[in-house]
């Protein structure tokens, strides 16, 4: 029955290719989409950055709380308020729902699928344009930012969009258009507004190393940068200007020397890695196609004189060595040379005359795939274990899933069907990705200690606005989302017991590293204390455990 099946679903695939890439990303990418709460740090900052955009009406400053956040363009923020408008003119009350902030990342890992096929046919051709795609839909990784309000998803839907134009332009420079030209040029400024350099440095770094190689530049006339530059910063500079006046020009000083530089220099907020770093964790972030890019990548070397082929190792190498360089190293910074990879990988799987890997290789090949599939099965128990003290029935699912995918993909390929492996790979890991971020994520509860925060905070003071709670001990930015932008976020128990005497009415919230603190100033000010309730969980920001205590003064 299944092998009927297969050749009919195979004819469907072909003959609706984009529309089983959307069927595709949305089976990947829909479960666990409004079930996880907002996560610390960097998706609750974006998302209470957009929030308050909506609230307050100003779509130029970037603020989470009081405070200015100096980082990162305004194109998510704008993206982010655009859907939260639109929900809310049909009648869908979304400015306090994460999921609304999450839509821009989804439809900008779906738009990077569909580039990656629409442009991948002229550089692999169709077929294995189609698996490369499906491949890149299918990246741990790519789902993961699909499900987190932040700019990289949508970043990847820029940068796929611009490097399969430049990869035409590269490819026939006569017959290149204006039009291409120009929507080339203007891919890239939104990229500017999303992440500001990182979008036109992978156009820059391949553009120069391809110079190099070839020693003429024909596509460079057909790019038409005479007038494309301009228009590419005519799009990002009203609003550079604009954050320029509004920020007395600290938003560059901050976004360029604190977090850049910072990042470029010193191994910011911890993610240090050390050279190499990317590539192993490769196997991992592009489960479940990683394994197979050995093999296709020593082939892709030599086929280099091809120009299909040279254009995709320049755009993967020079990129993926500057971000090996940079000090700060985080899984999906690399993302924007994965349509690269993932074509290639589909190019070596679907050619008949591929290069094979020798005995050891393939050994370790097949070891590889079969760690990550055991590690992410053995992770889903052990994870709701440690932090919850028990196991969600579903999480016990994800190791058969995963083991499942593992074992028919060899199988599969050890018949010597390398496409059909990848592609079986993809379709396999829809249930494996959905029990895990679907089932299991959202249902370790200790980890969600924000909105468990706001149900408590509900139950003892209903209606309690959040300018009159305070918090210390935990000041995570999925506080603020869950509970408000007026929250007060307090350095310290001495702090909490000096918000709570200035007005009656007011409820805090003490982490038990603070406790000893609060109450010694509590009783030196003469406040009489009601503890309210008690929440604990795990702060996976620092690595440890937290318990907060909610109190009130009383008369």
Request: proline content about 7%; charged content about 15%.
């Amino acid at each position: 029955m299944f092998a009927t099946f297969l050749p009919r679903a195979e004819a469907v695939i072909a003959r609706w290719p984009r529309a089983a890439l959307v069927a595709l990303c949305l089976c990947l990418y829909t479960p666990g989409f409004v079930a996880t709460p907002a996560l610390d740090r960097d998706e609750a900052r974006f998302a209470q950055a957009s929030r308050q955009m909506v609230e307050s009406g100003d779509y130029v400053n970037i603020r989470v709380g009081a405070e200015e956040r100096n980082k990162k363009p305004v194109g998510i923020h704008w993206a982010q308020v655009a859907v939260v408008h639109a929900l809310e003119a049909v009648g869908i009350p979304a400015r306090n729902e994460i999921f609304a902030y999450r839509v821009p990342s989804m439809l900008g890992a779906i738009l990077a699928v569909l580039a990656t096929f629409s442009f991948g046919r002229a550089l692999v051709g169709r077929r294995a344009a189609l698996l490369g795609a499906a491949m890149l839909a299918a990246c741990m990784v790519l789902l993961v930012e699909t499900h987190i309000a932040k700019t990289d998803a949508a970043l990847l839907a820029t940068v796929a969009a611009a490097m399969g134009l430049f990869g035409l332009a590269y490819l026939r420079p006569g017959v290149f258009t204006a039009r291409q030209a120009a929507a080339f040029w203007g891919i890239l400024g939104l990229s500017i507004l999303l992440k500001g350099p990182v979008g036109p440095m992978v156009p820059l770094l391949t553009g120069i190393t391809l110079a190099l190689m070839d020693r003429t530049v024909p596509w460079l006339r057909a790019l038409r940068p005479a007038w494309g530059v301009p228009l590419m910063l005519a799009l990002a500079a009203p609003w550079m200007i604009a954050i320029g006046i509004a920020t007395e020009g600290r938003f560059f000083a901050q976004a360029l020397g604190d977090d850049m530089i910072a990042k470029v220099a010193g191994g910011e907020e911890r993610h240090w890695g050390p050279p190499g770093y990317y590539l192993i964790v490769f196997f991992v972030a592009a489960f479940p196609s990683a394994w197979m890019v050995v093999p296709a990548l020593r082939q892709a070397w030599a086929a280099r004189t091809l120009p299909a082929t040279r254009f995709l190792l320049a755009w993967l190498v020079p990129s993926w060595l500057v971000f090996e360089a940079v000090a700060t190293k985080l899984p999906h910074y690399t993302m924007p040379s994965y349509p690269a990879l993932m074509l290639l990988i589909a190019a070596w799987a679907m050619d008949p005359l591929r290069l094979l890997p020798g005995r050891w290789m393939l050994w370790a090949m097949r070891a590889a795939l079969l760690a990550v599939a055991v590690g992410l099965g053995a992770l889903m128990v052990v994870a709701p274990m440690v932090l919850d003290g028990r196991v969600p029935w579903v999480a016990w699912l994800v190791l058969p899933f995963a083991l499942l995918l593992a074992l028919v993909v060899l199988r599969t390929s050890a018949d010597g069907q390398w496409g059909r492996a990848g592609a079986l790979g993809v379709v396999l890991a829809v249930p494996v990705y959905a029990a895990a971020l679907g089932g299991v994520l959202p249902r370790i509860e200790a980890m969600w200690v924000a909105p468990r925060l706001q149900a408590a905070l509900a139950r003892v003071a209903p209606g309690l606005p959040a300018q009159r709670f305070g918090i210390t001990g935990h000041a995570e930015p999925s506080t603020l989302f869950a509970i408000g932008g007026g929250l007060r976020l307090l350095p310290g128990g001495a702090a909490a017991s000096a918000f709570l005497a200035e007005a009656p009415g007011r409820v805090v919230a003490v982490g038990n590293r603070q406790e000893a603190a609060f109450q010694a100033d509590a009783t030196e000010r003469g406040l009489r204390l009601q503890e309210l309730a008690t929440v604990s969980g795990y702060n996976y920001s620092r690595g440890r455990p937290i318990t907060l205590l909610l109190y009130r003064s009383v008369p």
